[in-house]
């Protein structure tokens, strides 16, 4: 197993495209919480930021960069198909629940790493600029932390879709569908079944570990993001199980 985690390492370091969307998922967080922080500092006129909106106002990239990092697991796994390269790598390693699992080991690790650099630095940038005058460090530490874990989910969700799909453009169709274009449809089914829908859909679950519910919600941060996790695990055991059976 070691040495299929060396050269899953190996790929993911190697191929320009990851290190690029890894560089821009870290811009986009650190970017708008920067620009989020002026405008609210200049919204202000002269008052002080709360500390719970400079908090929130730091996490501004979680959702853009969320596409970045959701295209990046994507791209793990799909561009091995597009190139024709998995082929090589079912012969090195004919056990394909083993070269899946290094796949998934390996990406978790980098894209939490990433997450976590980026959401310290989003969130350090955003309160020197904002400088409220009073700080929940627990809020601050489970945003930071929120994000990093909400950022790799999103990849580790790209990569599940990439596995079941294997197609480049369809399976980045599908992650953007499911993490941007959906979710805030369902806000606007009626009556209590829309509701639940709403609250229980993909990121709708998975952001409140970010930023957590306000008023009579059913789902709580960690709750939340455990939901996102089923939706997630669907489109991983399933493209597991597809990967099992089918061709190369």
């Known amino acids: 197993m070691i040495d299929i985690l060396r050269s899953e390492w190996t790929k993911i370091r190697s191929v320009r495209s990851t290190v690029w969307t890894l560089v821009v998922t870290a811009f986009l967080m650190v970017g708008l919480a920067v620009a989020f922080g002026f405008a609210a500092k200049g919204s202000a006129g002269g008052e002080p930021v709360p500390g719970d ?36 790598s079912l012969m090195a390693v004919p056990k394909r629940m083993s070269l899946l699992t290094g796949k998934i080991a390996v990406f978790t690790a980098t894209a939490l790493v990433t997450s976590l650099l980026a ?17 929940d ?87 939340g993001f455990g939901v996102y996790l089923v939706w997630i695990a669907v489109p991983l055991i399933v493209g597991a199980v597809a990967m099992r059976r089918r061709d190369a």
């Open 53 to 88: 909106a400079a908090t929130m106002m730091s996490m501004a990239g979680v959702m853009v960069a969320s596409l970045s990092m959701a295209a990046l697991g994507v791209l793990v796994i799909s561009s091995e198909y597009r190139t024709g390269g998995i082929r090589t």
């Open 119 to 135: 959401a310290s630095a989003a969130m350090l940038a955003g309160l020197l600029i904002t400088q409220p005058p009073s700080l």
């Open 137 to 223: 460090m627990g809020d601050v530490l489970r945003s930071v932390l929120g994000a990093s874990l909400y950022l790799t989910a999103c990849g580790l969700f790209g990569l599940g879709l990439g596995t079941l799909i294997r197609h480049t453009p369809g399976a980045m169709v599908s992650v953007i569908a499911l993490i941007t274009v959906l979710p805030p449809i369902t806000v606007q089914l009626p009556g209590q079944w829309g509701r639940t829908v709403s609250e229980f859909f993909t990121t709708n679950a998975g952001m409140l570990i970010v930023i957590p519910p306000r008023g009579d919600s059913t789902l709580g941060p960690w709750s």
